[in-house]
């Protein structure tokens, strides 16, 4: 999943409306088993 910071800039004096804004995401991993795999897949120790 790639994130583009441009689609969260606000522009200077604009105001922001945070219940507009998600704060959550879909989980990217079925359980925390696949969520270690993918850590472990990507800054081995």
């Known amino acids: ?3 583009d910071p441009k689609d969260y800039r606000i ?3 604009k105001d922001v409306e945070l219940k507009k804004w998600p704060t959550r995401i879909d989980p990217l ?4 088993e696949e969520y270690q795999k993918a ?3 990507h800054w081995p120790s």
């Open 1 to 3: 999943m790639k994130i």
């Open 11 to 13: 522009k200077e004096g």
């Open 29 to 32: 991993c079925g359980s925390k």
């Open 39 to 41: 850590l472990a897949e």
